[in-house]
């Protein structure tokens, strides 16, 4: 039934979602939804709640993608316009259906409620749609097959959208559609900047348009997305594990996951298995690398603890950290760093210990710039310190110590 690639456009209506106030939820449920039937979302909008404006909006997209999805705007009152606006773009006429004013009497009937006048409007259906019920509100949806393409109006509150979207779509879709399958791959990436890192696997995957590879950033986490899609699930499963294949022989121990566990939980995951435990001294990250490693459920099988030893003082008091030292080589140094992670390891018997000290800014330290953070990593062979500099504001620095400390230790265990 449809012809071509079965692509998806969204359209979300409602002026509310193009403020600050009120987002656009709806689109990445149904996207996620329409993925597992193997349609791919290519576009989306999000229009106002103006008769013309949508009405433009839902035409072009219907010269471009032969599925439309249209939420919200279903209401009853004035400035619920989807209905009007999609017949427009069709160009059909709208009619008044007995069956479906009926549906809705009885649904304030059940209610003990009057119906108001205004609600019989919800009763006015594209000619030659099919009505979609609505056990959970007034406003049925509308399916319509155009030539070749298909246009969905569905209620724009996610509690009515969903459960019509399964219950009454989802098999007319799959009906309409030639059999295909998507396959996945992802790769969760540290140690590596975005551009790096799509310098590196470009070429690579720069040569399929089948399987999409998607790169997606954000501060210390890069992860890389690949999706076939095929008639088969094997030779899409086929196509994602050639490309993928490449893709991880390039990034080697850089990739951390291949489940979408975050790197906490692959380092929990190495230690666990390994039988080891881990504890932490911090001192600019202020408690954060332990609380993502304690983020991770059972994680007591292996995080032993940790210091916050904030000021010299307390540097010295929790860790017998040598006073000498600190006023030496100041706190944010190799010296102390290997100290705070030594201090750790012997005071909680753990495996491991990892230290972290610097200036997350955004002053500077007397001469030593923002961004400037010693790690140390102490197991029963050796006690090691590693300078790294990080720029941003301080939110980005000491989220990108704590994550620099545990990718340190996870590659460590994965030699
Ligand atoms: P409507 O169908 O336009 O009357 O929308 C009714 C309510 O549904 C709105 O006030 C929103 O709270 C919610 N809503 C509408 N569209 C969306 C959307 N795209 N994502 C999330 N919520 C939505
Ligand atoms: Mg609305």
Redesign the pocket.
Known sequence: LIAGTPDAEIV???S??LTPS????????ITDRLNLLGVEVVGKL?IG?DRNRLAAAVSSALTRTPIIIV?????P?E??V?RDAVAQALKRRIEFRQDLCDQIADRFARMNRPMAEINKRQAWAIAGSAALPNPNGT?PGLWIEDAGRIVMLL????R??KPMFTDHCEARLRAALPELHIATVQFRVAGIGESDLDALISPVYMQYTNPVTTVLAAPGDVQVHLRARCASQQEARALVNEVGAQVETLLGDRIYSRNGDPLEAALGHLLRERGETLSVAESCTGGLLGERITSVAGSSDYFRGGFLTYTNEIKAALLGIDRDLLAKHTAVSEPVALAMAAGARERTKSTYALSVTGYAGPDDGQGVPVGQVFLGLASAQSVQAREVRFIGDRERIRSLAAITAMDWLRRRLMR
């Not at 009120?22 to 449920?29: A, K, P, Q, Y």
């Not at 209620?155 to 996610?158: A, C, D, F, I, S």
């Open positions: 979300a209506v409602g509310e979602l009120r987002l656009d939820t709806n689109s990445l449920w999000i709640d939420t919200g705007g279903l209401g009152t400035d619920d989807t406003a209620p724009g509150p996610p009515e959208l």
